[in-house]
């Protein structure tokens, strides 16, 4: 079967990450509905938490995201949930992400109408961020998840800046859930040779946008394995490319006398970030994804 | 419609570059054959040649091949054929070359399979070159071509080295083809921040096989709009791979106080090719290209 024309990608976060049956049915929840395809399940148990990745047709999609809620609304309850991750909902975060013949603006307008679907039919207040933000505070997560679950819990009904953007202003067991839109999201970690977890922490500093670097990166440092470890959330890798954190982070590392031994990518990453590294590296100019044989073959034989 | 599951590319050469009509009905009998999809035809007048890029299914691919050696034999006399490029027929190269789910082996049979038509229907002389060649001085074409159209006429019949593979030992106005399979060929050029040839010639010495360089480039130094450029075949990527061949160049450049500009990929590239690039820059040791979101996709969607 050829690729539709039109994919987004959905990454709904679960506050379930321990039993396996609740977590069973929110995937069934969605595999319900025809062209949304699930590209991975993981969960958590420490965090008591499940994060799904699926792709597929936008319409198709939200249709799915909404049976999916319901199921985690019906099956999860918050003031019974515990667990190390933040969170304000059965279903906590919903992001939408363009991916092939959808714009960032197609995808605001998914999260509007599923935000608008959740809060009307199932009485959850719902909250839009990053892209689909209707106030500049509300781009950023960790301001709408302030106090989680059990301080929202008030905070809706007094405080008139945590009024939601659909739904009642009050919580019930399956708490509020965020929905919004933003770009792919690459987790990428650049391993030192090093023990010395120290400059991994300096390095992570000098990277990430929190503390003065660049724009689309957070990097945490930490020990794995013995080794230290820059790990990172790329939020927009058009803008702020793969290339560049790397060659920022071998600078910084050449400063404390260390050197990258080597890097991973955790999960997928589209393949117009990895072309662009190539591109970069190789000083090709006027390169374009056409001139990929499989794209170009796409092209001729797959329309 | 979903690209095939086994596909080979094949670059056909024929010895026209000034009638269009002629090349025309060649191009004609290619697209007869379903499940064969043209990419790209090039004409060169100086050379009087064109090269033609073909995808399609294997057996489809032998049987257009086949048809158009019939048809540019019937329309090419070599006796009245003049160019600057060397040839030895009408179609004077035909090379397979192994895309998905086909190996060089898998080419290497579709070459002697058409080699051994065109031999005995055609009444045409085929040599079998590189990975299909059955001697080893036949695997270099240069060899094969000794002398070319002219020089041939007599050497096939007195000379034993040069008895075909397949056909008689006696050339007609359609001379003799050269049939085989080989890897993709990446055409690749660099460009230094200089005006002076001499060291792009310097440095295409120093990278290429021939002169004791690297196994599977071919180079040139050359001036191209006023700037030095090292133009090159790469004929093994997966041998010989992009980066290394850019990192030689790069530091053969310092060495006379150059260095590149920018560089070009002429045609097409494999996905492969550039994965491999962004892999080595970003020393991603575990990667795999199902990390790359459009592979997956066709993975979980497209089968």
């Not at 667990?83 to 059965?90: D, K, L, T």
């Not at 509007?112 to 106030?135: C, D, F, H, N, S």
């Not at 073959?297 to 329309?303: D, F, K, P």
Request: proline share 5%; net charge negative.
């Amino acid at each position: 079967m050829a690729l539709p024309q039109r994919l987004v990608e959905c990454v709904p976060n679960f506050s379930e990450g321990r039993r396996q049956d609740v977590i069973d049915e929110i995937v069934a929840a969605i595999r319900s509905v025809p062209r949304v395809w699930i590209l991975d399940v993981e969960s958590d148990p420490d965090h008591n938490r499940s994060v799904i990745t699926c792709v597929g047709e936008p319409e198709a999609v939200v249709d799915a995201m909404f049976r999916a809620i319901a199921k985690a609304a019906e099956l999860i309850n918050l003031d019974e949930h515990e667990g190390e991750h933040p969170r304000i909902g059965a279903t906590d975060v919903v992001p939408f992400v363009p991916l092939r013949g959808v714009t960032m603006q197609d995808c605001v307008e998914l999260a509007r109408l599923l935000g608008q679907r959740v809060g009307e039919e199932l009485g959850i207040p719902v909250y839009l961020y990053e892209a689909a933000a209707t106030r500049p505070d509300r781009e950023n997560l960790a301001n709408i998840r302030k106090g989680e679950y059990e301080g929202l819990k008030e905070a809706i009904k007094s405080d008139p800046d945590r009024a939601p953007d659909f739904g009642p202003r009050e919580l019930g067991p399956a708490g509020a859930t965020v929905i919004g839109a933003r770009e792919f999201l690459i987790a990428f970690n650049v391993y030192l040779n090093t023990d010395d977890v120290s400059v991994a922490k300096k390095i992570a500093r000098a990277v990430r946008h929190s503390s003065g670097g660049l724009r689309y990166v957070k990097a945490l440092g930490m020990l794995v394995g013995g080794q230290a470890q820059v790990s990172m959330n790329l939020t927009n890798f058009k803008k702020t490319p793969i290339f560049r954190v790397v060659e920022m982070i071998r600078r910084e590392a050449a400063r404390y006398g260390c050197t990258i031994t080597h890097s991973e990518l955790v999960g997928l990453t589209p393949l117009e970030a990895m072309l662009d590294v190539a591109q970069w590296y190789l000083q090709l100019d006027d390169f374009t994804a056409s001139q990929v044989l499989e794209r170009r073959l796409e092209e001729v034989i797959g329309e």
